[in-house]
């Protein structure tokens, strides 16, 4: 006995001397972590932490899926060594905590004592605000080592935390390459000519109820499928001559869905971080200010989830560059006042010099902070976890409402379905129903999804379902709207064009839960015919046309309502010559695509007009553009061809020879033409490598218009682009929303009401009463053609009630005015886009409009 008795002394004391002689990240890296002009990538990040994992008993490494790029993204979880062999028996524990209807409040209180409070951290979504990624190595390291404060070490009995260095891998990368090649030149700091994420750059942190990003799918299953953390923190920047960190809670206005103990929980975990922080002698830290939680698109998505989302802004430096910033150029908040200490920033930071370590320093104790205080309200922190999924099944079988009834049988079946795809990606339960049902006096249709608001996520399907109605904040009419810091209408039926009904009071039926969005089964309809036809509606359709195209499968379109036997084709229905070829395709096609694809007899070839493949140019700005990178992805989802166009491409006087169409996305006339703002905005450019300097020049421009006017050539503006075109390419139409100030006109983002004109090509398919996303301050009056001059009225706004969901000041500036206008400029055509038919690959309700635009180039 005394023998095995030595044996285990000796094997604690190795281990002892194991985590002791972990290489600390300075060792590692060769510097220490946040010096000056130093930062760590996200492979050395991976290693270094693999390298823990594999030495030390507290951390487990996980591979949590691919990046856009195709690297391994990963996260890590920290806690004791007891916990940490036990990690499934703790993840079993809050999943049940997570659905109340499984569990009595008697075992919630016991699963409460006997669970480990699970706290997720988030880094480095935006890759320039790179030192929570590194601080993130620091931060693992000491709690491995046992080097952490006593109280960290000790909170790890009690507290699964997960880590997720970086949720954006590839952009670290980028970032951290961009800036060792120039860093201590000239261009030290200057912004990437590309995005820092393939497709979203800074908008990968308004991906979080579409879930377009695979980086964002691989966050959402960890936290709402696998571990459901009770506590987040998404770890951020923000500039520099402000405030030195934000902590939670947020300015006003709140979202009224999110269950108020997360707004009481906030005020507790950004207090004691505050606290901490200033106990430690950190100035400049403001809570409710700067930031609200309004919006449910951000990463902020957790707080309908029951968890306590929480989001922290560190004032950064350039890249990890130090600065010095003077006192008299310190500014807490945009608000003009000299009045600085207030009781939501009682410590004002005064200037000076602000590097990269400072910012670590911060992060370290806020990261402290946050599993801290969890641990000491562990038991707290488990039971109201329970406690408000247990709320929300309550409020839902209250009703009012109860639950939403979506056909799946509607003009866009496969836009319907990618709906439910989204929302069980969110964590939404969705059942469905073959029959169809009657509830009071009405009858709904068979095959339709049922969306019950009593489970654990239904505050969370009422905030997608319900028209937004954004708070007004002016405590006067005669002051400036107050902007909302984002979004203020995002009612995703009606962003996605799909029909709902709303059930208020409770009801029981015979229904079946879902786990896959259960896609209508493609088929190709077995009848004897000359065309394979499918009917006009779909985002499918698109899909579809240039498949046929690349195997050269002639394609039609019917110009005109094609009556056959029973059937009734609309306007842009795809018609397909029945043939040994296309015979062999139908079948996958329709399967692959989830399309119904009729077989008719049809001869009048006077109503079938063929759509030509065309050779399509995205621009690609070096000042780079979200918009470009959500239309570009938007485009390869769809299957269609096309290249980049960048601005040496424009000197081509021969731009015809190479594109059919050109895509200019939504950005500014000045950056387009010379890369550079204009006006106040120039004095403060960053001014970057010559090879990425300049946009499309004079003679670019020229080019274009010759493109249009004399080649035939299409090009299709979005958002600010248009105003370029008006100007630049010297269109018969007028901005008339340009000069109007925002205390007069103001529309936030927000879904308003839009009339279609669905005979004209580029309308096919649509309603002619939709809903459109609008933000810009893009309005078109057309003026009468002549000569070689004309123009379509595609899409334009209704005389009256134009507001659907958000908030819109000035609505009349609106009333019969065009949305979307089809200029025919000599040889060619300029289709300029008001409104955001694409808005970060969300607005399916409306791409057709955009892919019609595309393919009627192909009519010519």
């Not at 070490?153 to 997720?164: G, R, T």
């Not at 005109?560 to 229905?573: A, D, M, P, Q, V």
Request: proline share 5%.
């Amino acid at each position: 006995m005394s023998r095995l008795l030595v044996f285990i002394l000796l094997l604690f004391s190795f281990i002892s001397i194991n985590s002791q002689t972990l290489k600390s990240p300075e060792e590692f890296l060769g510097y220490k972590v946040g010096s000056d002009y130093k930062i760590a990538d996200y492979p050395t990040i991976s290693k270094y932490f693999k390298y823990l994992s594999e030495n030390s008993q507290k951390i487990h490494y996980e591979i949590i899926g691919k990046t856009s790029l195709g690297a391994e993204m990963f996260m890590a979880i920290i806690s004791s060594e007891e916990n940490i062999k036990n990690l499934e028996k703790y993840k079993s524990i809050v999943k049940k905590l997570s659905d109340p209807r499984t569990i009595t409040d008697d075992e919630a209180k016991q699963f409460s004592k006997d669970g480990k409070v699970v706290v997720l951290v988030t880094c480095n979504i935006h890759s320039t605000e790179i030192a929570s990624s590194q601080m993130s190595i620091e931060f693992a390291y000491n709690l491995a080592a046992g080097t952490a404060p006593e109280k960290s070490i000790k909170a790890l009995n009690d507290v699964l935390f997960i880590l997720m260095p970086s949720i954006n891998p590839d952009g670290t990368t980028m970032v951290v390459d961009w800036y060792n090649k120039y860093v201590n030149t000239e261009f030290d700091g200057s912004p990437m000519p590309f995005l820092y994420h393939k497709y979203a750059g800074h908008d990968n942190n308004r991906d979080w109820f579409a879930f377009n990003l695979v980086e964002t799918r691989n966050v959402v299953k960890v936290a709402w499928h696998e571990w459901f953390p009770q506590v987040w923190l998404d770890e951020h920047q923000m500039g520099s001559n402000g405030a030195r960190l934000f902590v939670v809670p947020y300015k006003d206005p709140i979202n009224p869905n999110v269950n108020p103990m997360i707004w009481r929980w906030q005020q507790i975990f950004g207090g004691m971080s505050a606290l901490e922080l200033q106990k430690q002698g950190k100035t400049g830290v403001i809570d409710q200010a700067l930031f609200d939680a309004y919006w449910e698109g951000a990463t902020e998505n957790s707080l309908w989830h029951n968890q306590i989302g929480m989001l922290s802004e560190m004032a950064s430096c350039n890249v990890a560059s130090p600065i010095f910033i003077d006192s008299s150029e310190v500014r807490a908040t945009q608000e003009i006042t000299p009045y600085d200490i207030r009781t939501n920033y009682p410590s004002p930071w005064r200037g000076g010099w602000w590097r990269l370590r400072d910012i670590v320093n911060y992060e370290l104790g806020l990261t402290a902070s946050l599993i801290e205080t969890a641990a000491l309200f562990k038991e707290d922190l488990l039971m109201n976890y329970y406690r408000m999924n247990k709320e929300a099944v309550e409020k839902g079988r209250e009703g009012y409402p109860f639950a939403y009834v979506i056909p799946r049988d509607q003009k866009d079946p496969q836009t319907t379905s990618k709906m439910i795809e989204m929302l069980q990606l969110g964590a939404v339960e969705v059942n469905f129903i073959e029959k169809e049902f009657k509830i009071d006096n009405t009858i709904y249709p068979a095959n339709s999804y049922l969306i019950y608001t009593a489970q654990p996520n239904g505050r969370y399907v009422k905030d997608l379902f319900e028209e937004q109605t954004y708070p007004d904040l002016r405590k006067s009419r005669t002051e400036t709207p107050l902007r909302p810091y984002d979004v203020a209408g995002w009612t995703l039926p009606y962003q996605m064009g799909v029909k709902f009904s709303i059930i208020e009071k409770p009801f029981t039926l015979d229904t079946k839960m879902l786990f896959d969005p259960n896609y209508q089964t493609g088929e190709v309809e077995k009848k004897e015919g000359n065309y394979f036809v499918v009917q006009s509606g779909s985002n499918a359709n698109s899909t579809f046309i240039n498949k046929l195209q690349k195997e050269n499968i002639p394609v039609y379109w019917n110009t005109e309502k094609i009556k056959n036997r029973e059937s009734e084709f609309l306007e842009g229905s795809v018609f397909v010559p029945v043939n040994d070829k296309s015979e062999k395709l139908m079948t996958d096609f329709a399967k692959e695509l989830h399309l119904k694809i009729s077989s008719v007899e049809y001869k009048d070839q006077s109503k079938l007009k063929e759509i030509k493949k065309v050779k399509i140019g995205l621009y690609q700005s070096y000042s780079a553009s979200m918009d470009e990178g959500w239309t570009r992805l938007l485009l390869e989802n769809y299957q269609f061809d096309f290249k980049p166009i960048i601005n040496k491409d424009f000197k081509n006087k021969k731009l015809k020879e190479n594109f059919d169409v050109i895509i200019i996305p939504d950005m500014s006339g000045d950056i387009i033409k010379t890369g550079k703002p204009s006006g106040d905005n120039a004095r403060f450019y960053r001014s970057k490598p010559p090879e990425f300097e300049g946009g499309i020049e004079k003679e670019g421009v020229e080019n274009l218009k010759n493109f249009v006017e004399k080649d035939g050539g299409f090009v299709i503006t979005l958002g600010q682009a248009c105003n370029f075109a008006i100007e630049d390419l010297g269109l018969k139409v007028t901005n008339v929303l340009k000069t109007v100030k925002s205390d007069d006109f103001y529309c936030p983002g927000s879904l308003v009401r839009i009339n279609v004109d669905n005979t004209n090509p580029i309308g096919y398919g649509m309603d002619f009463e939709s809903i459109g996303y609008l933000s810009n301050n893009i309005a078109f009056a057309t003026s009468t053609p002549f000569g070689q001059f004309d123009r379509s009225v595609v899409v334009r706004y209704p005389t009256k009630d134009l507001l659907k969901s958000g908030f819109l000041l000035g609505e009349d500036y609106l009333y019969k005015r065009s949305a979307v206008v089809d200029v025919k400029q000599k040889a060619g055509h300029v289709i300029l886009f008001g409104f955001k038919v694409q808005n970060r690959h969300q607005t399916y309700g409306t791409f057709k409009l955009l892919f019609n635009a595309i393919h009627s180039a192909g009519l010519q």
